[in-house]
């Protein structure tokens, strides 16, 4: 009975105020989800033990009642880990697993992930316990291991599939020529067909005067190309996507009124993204909450509303309180969407324009409702960006983050720069050194920023604001300041190949004022 009490909770039961009905205080529910982690590791460790054709060692159960058992328990945590992620009352690393039980992630090998191998038989019970427990409940490993392990897999793959990872001319690629002007437009036409993703792309530019950029793509002009083509395709101006009232981006459910060929387009942004992911890219996108769960292939329903439609998600909430003649708020199994002078009213259930709802039918109606709004509605379009996304990534090497950290692998977090970390990292070029006066009085500079102004720094010269998740060794090309000659000119810098172009300043007091100007004025971007 408290195992079904446990799972029966609903958001708002489980957050209820003092002297609400609830099975569990808080605290509770924190120590019973210990418990079950702890169970679910035991049980997956024999369960591996089994599979590798070794005697389970503590558990002496039927086979198919330690399935159900096994099965059971791995749902019940990962619900109650899944209702943490949206609404934390778990503390800081409560989910994470014991030292002796993770300590051997980083030996796994990444083969098993890339031969399509997980669901094999395998010989191994520690590899075969590892495998499990990433699988099904992967929070037990903390964040920058799995971090590790999956760009392990990432660059396992590369090597495959574009050989030389170290000059970037070399072996096949994929040739692109595009126009500054018209850039997701022509990255469109040349790429939509191509479904080799993997592969290296090289980038040829056109200047707004038609005129071929110089310069050869060394893999920076590539990486510039790439994020250039998903702000574009991703700007609510181009009409694919729209912005939740938090400013998370979702596909936009009236697109097909403006783009009928709409699939097509999202799925190439899948691609795009997960080949911008795939080349341990950052790109600062934010995306709303319901729509990554959908990417990674995850079930949503009324919980995740408060992610699209906050207001929608109160007002469907308040129904269930509400103390009036339900059939007096006139509302029925309809919808009625209106959207460039073209009304459409949409049925929740068949007839259901003429089905009123009341208070015998409102839990239905809420459910209908979310559901339409999450899945129905923008069905197709989150099924052409999924299928786009998994040609390039496989969506069973994602499945180990939630969706919260897959949108910190897209885009990076907010924290503050480790500034020592990038000064360890940076490579000089032209008249500087580590040890000349300017790039002294630049890094003293740089670590009296704020957080802020250090994040525009990074995005002066990388086009992102956002570190590396595995810190500045990750970052390529390698963060370089060159002396660019006198100091009457103001700092720039060539984005597609992370360069700063610093003057030589005498004056520090000169130097922090001119840094500031480019930094905050968002001029000094151009293309070496």
């Not at 990962?78 to 994470?96: F, I, S």
């Not at 760009?151 to 000059?167: A, M, N, W």
């Not at 959207?339 to 709802?357: S, Y």
């Not at 172009?501 to 004025?521: Q, T």
Request: hydrophobic share 40%.
């Amino acid at each position: 009975m408290q195992r079904m009490a446990v799972c029966c909770l609903c958001k708002t039961e489980l957050f209820c105020v003092a002297g609400g009905s609830m099975p569990f205080s808080l605290d509770e529910m924190v120590d019973i989800s210990a418990i079950l982690r702890d169970i679910s590791i035991t049980l997956l460790t024999e369960h591996a033990a089994n599979k590798s054709g070794l005697q389970m060692k503590s558990i002496h159960l039927p086979p198919h009642h330690f399935h159900w058992l096994l099965m059971s328990v791995v749902q019940l945590v990962n619900q109650l880990y899944a209702r943490d992620c949206r609404r934390r009352y778990c503390p800081e690393d409560h989910w994470l697993a014991r030292q002796s039980v993770r300590s051997s992630l980083h030996q796994l090998g990444v083969d098993i992930f890339i031969d399509g191998a997980l669901d094999g038989h395998m010989q191994s019970s520690a590899v075969t316990q590892n495998v499990l427990l990433l699988t099904t409940v992967p929070f037990i490993f903390p964040f920058r291991e799995r971090v590790t392990l999956f760009y392990r897999i990432l660059s396992r793959d590369r090597s495959e599939k574009q050989g030389d990872l170290i000059d970037f001319n070399m072996g096949e690629a994929i040739q692109v020529t595009a126009r500054r002007g018209r850039i997701y437009e022509d990255a469109f036409a040349e790429l939509n067909t191509r479904h080799d993703l993997k592969k290296k792309l090289r980038v040829h530019l056109i200047n707004a005067q038609g005129l071929d950029e110089a310069g050869i793509d060394g893999g920076g002009i590539f990486r510039e190309f790439l994020s250039s083509v998903l702000r574009a395709g991703f700007d609510e101006n181009l009409g694919l996507f729209c912005a939740t009232s938090n400013r998370q981006l979702y596909p936009n459910p009236q697109v097909h009124l403006v783009q009928e060929d709409f699939r097509h387009h999202f799925n190439f942004l899948g691609r795009i993204l997960a080949k911008a992911l795939y080349e341990n890219m950052l790109i600062e996108l934010p995306l709303a909450d319901f729509f990554i769960l959908k990417v990674l292939g995850y079930d949503v329903d009324v919980n995740h509303l408060a992610s699209l439609d906050p207001e929608m998600y109160r007002n469907l909430l308040s129904l269930k309180s509400y103390d009036g003649d339900m059939e007096e708020l006139s509302l029925y199994f309809s919808v009625v969407n209106s959207a460039i002078g073209a009304t459409e009213v949409v049925e929740l259930k068949p007839d259901g324009q003429n089905i009123p709802v009341t208070s015998q039918n409102l839990i239905e109606y809420i459910h209908l409702m979310a559901n339409y709004r999450l899945n129905k509605q923008i069905h197709a379009h989150c099924l052409a960006f999924q299928q786009g996304f998994a040609s390039v990534i496989d969506i069973s090497w994602l499945r180990m983050f939630n969706h919260k950290e897959l949108q910190t692998l897209i885009s990076g977090t907010e924290a503050d720069i480790d500034i020592n970390d990038l000064k360890e990292h940076t490579i000089y070029g032209g008249q500087f050194s580590e040890e000349h006066d300017c790039i002294k009085a630049f890094w003293r500079i740089v670590e009296s920023f704020t957080v802020r102004e250090k994040a525009l720094v990074l995005k002066f010269v990388t086009s992102c604001s956002r570190a590396p998740l595995l810190g500045f060794k990750e970052l390529w090309p390698r963060f370089c300041i060159h002396s660019a000659g006198h100091e009457d000119r103001l700092p720039t810098a060539s984005t597609c190949m992370n360069l700063l172009k610093l003057p030589e300043y005498r004056d520090e007091a000169i130097l922090k004022e001119r840094i500031l100007y480019a930094i905050n004025a968002d001029a000094g971007f151009e293309l070496s």
